[in-house]
């Protein structure tokens, strides 16, 4: 009903940079809040960064400065251009989303299938 499709990762060199994205699509009457999140091998997940319909961006503090995160509501599309990429970057992003479907009556959150991101030394 609901599909978040992420792209965008690989692997890249201590420095450089990757640009994600993440469009929703199906019977989505609103997205309300959306966002990126991480996960380390043995780690727990962890924001990455998020956004809202209206634009307030919050970020955690170990991408302050090196990731920007941004949206295009019109696509239903979700970014995340990091920069200055480090060796602890690599895990992987998941997008999420919290969605309105037509017919339904409360947001509720869905997560894309995850994207690996490797930043080699």
């Known amino acids: 009903q609901v599909q978040l499709v992420e792209s965008g990762g690989g692997l890249v060199q201590a420095g450089g940079s990757l640009r994600l994205s993440c469009a929703a699509s199906?019977?989505?009457?609103?997205?309300?809040?959306m966002g990126w999140y991480r996960q380390a091998p043995g780690k727990q997940r962890e924001l990455v960064a998020s956004?809202?319909?209206?634009?307030?961006?919050d970020y955690a503090d170990f991408v302050k400065g090196r990731f920007t995160i941004s949206r295009d509501n019109a696509k239903k599309t979700v970014y995340l251009q990091m920069n200055s990429l480090k060796p602890e970057d690599t895990a992987v992003y998941y997008c999420?989303?919290?969605?309105?479907?037509?017919?339904?009556?409360?947001?509720?959150?869905?997560w894309g299938q995850g994207t690996q991101v490797t930043v080699s030394s």
């Open positions: 999420n989303a919290e969605i309105l479907v037509y017919g339904g009556h409360v947001y509720s959150p869905y």
């Open positions: 199906g019977s989505i009457f609103s997205i309300r809040a």
């Open positions: 956004i809202t319909s209206g634009g307030t961006i």
